[in-house]
Structures are given as structure tokens and as C-alpha cells.
């Protein structure tokens, strides 16, 4: 599928600020199931910025502003082709030959080298009864088990905007039983680490796949999962799905805070963000 993407996002002010300093990550990636034919970022008003890639691999623009404003915009623009996990290793529940046990994954050399993805912290940590299930769902191939685990997930909460925040951990989602993609993740992030799976955060957008090509319609910033059983596997456990040609993915990190779209800091008041992503399947 070849998707155009428009992301405009960025705070409204109380008071002038006087000046800015941030780093957004709203630039899609190049990888072997994503081909990037245009991508730039805008930055009004007019800003000092930098492109570089960080520790994870993700493109990230940094800019600072020293002029007073009272409303800051970035503006992302890409073209973007995506081919689908055409694989129905889900449905079919096939373990592909190049998978790794549980042996091998437990494995010190394994450990080692995954150690960023097998740590848990405030965000990810998860509550004692999320734990305790997934461990009864390891006593079968790692890819099996983490399917399973993504939706158990899937079918204990409901999806509700604004029924978190960025800094709700996944003991609270898990407790009130509600969340958006980011919770979603999170938690599953949590529960495969706690059994020994190396987890990590995919951030991108997601195509809503309802409207005819050419037909701009309102899509979403999205995340979702990959695990590591010899290769890194990337399901959805908000949606219970692997990733389809309407997944566009921008980088992976840890947990939200290291693939945030926007972020930094200000000297001035009170602010307000706004976020629109408006997709068109090109045909």
C-alpha cells in the first residue's frame, strides 16, 4: 500500500514563551517491509534544527527557538509504500523452523545482548496477576506463548481515549481494565519481559483501511510490539493482529518515552497540544 501521511502537531501557549527546545520523531523508517519515497519536516515558526538518528535507529529532528511565540507547529509530510507480515502464522499457529526455545533465549550470550529489552521499569513493570498468566502460557514455543499473552491482553481491556495519560503505568491500565495502543503496549512490553521474551515498542501510524484510494481520511498515531525468538516478530495486541500493509512504522525503543513524536521543554506557561494525521492510500 502506498500511503501519503500529513501529522501536524505542536502546543498552544497561555503566554508568549520565550524560547523552545525539542526533538520530534514523525519521520518513517526505511526497512525491509517499508520503502520511504519522500519525508520532510516543518517547523513553524521557522527554527534552528538538525536531523540525526539516535541510539535506536530512530530519525530525529532537533530544533530550538530563542523568539517569542505563542503557538509552536511541527508539520510532517511523507509518501510511504508498506508490504504487509503476509504470513498467517497467527491463525495457523506455526512456528517457523529459525525460531529460537526457551533454552537458547535463556541463554547468557542472549541475555546479554537483549538486556535493553528485557528490563522492566514504571511504565512496563507488570501487576502480579498479568505476570502469573503469562508464565502459565510459557510452557510452549516463545512465539506461541507471546501471541497468546498479546491477546489475553487484548481481551481484558477496552480500548478508551482518554482514559490514561503518557505516565500511566501498566499496573493502573491493567487494574481499571481500560487504555489506548500505548497502554496496550505497554503492558505487553511487561508480561513477555517477565518471562524472559526480549520486547520492544514499535511507534508509527495506522491507516484506518475503510476508505477508497485516493480519499483522505483521519488516521492515527499508532504503537504496537516486536519480540525476539531469532528474529524480531511485530504484532499488535490492541487490535489482537499481526501487522498489516496499513501499519507504517516510524522507530522502536524501550517503552513510549524513547519514540515520543514530540517532545522538550519551554520557558513560559500554561500549554496545550494539539495532534491531526490525516492518511490517503494513494492508488
Known sequence: MRISIDHKTGF???????????????????????TVWTSRVGIEPTAWSFTFTDYWG???TTFELHEPHKRLTVHAQSVVETRGDEQPWDSTRQVPSNDLGWAALNDRGVIDSMAEFLTVNERTTPP???AALAAERADQPPRLAALDVCRLIAERLSYETGSTTVTSSAAEVWSQGRGVCQDYTHLALGALRSIGLPARYVSG???PGSAQPNTTVS????SWIEWWCGSWVAYDPTLAGRITDAYVRVGHGRDYGDVAPLRGT???GRSEMFVTVEMTQLG
Open 205 to 207: 501510524y495506522l491507516h
Open 128 to 130: 502480579e496477576e498479568l
Open 58 to 60: 530512530t530519525q530525529v
Open 12 to 34: 498552544r501557549y497561555a503566554t508568549s514563551v520565550a524560547s523552545s527546545y525539542n526533538e520530534a520523531r514523525m519521520t518513517p523508517a526505511t526497512t525491509s517491509h517499508q
Open 219 to 222: 488516521g492515527e498515531s499508532h
Open 266 to 268: 519551554y520557558s513560559g
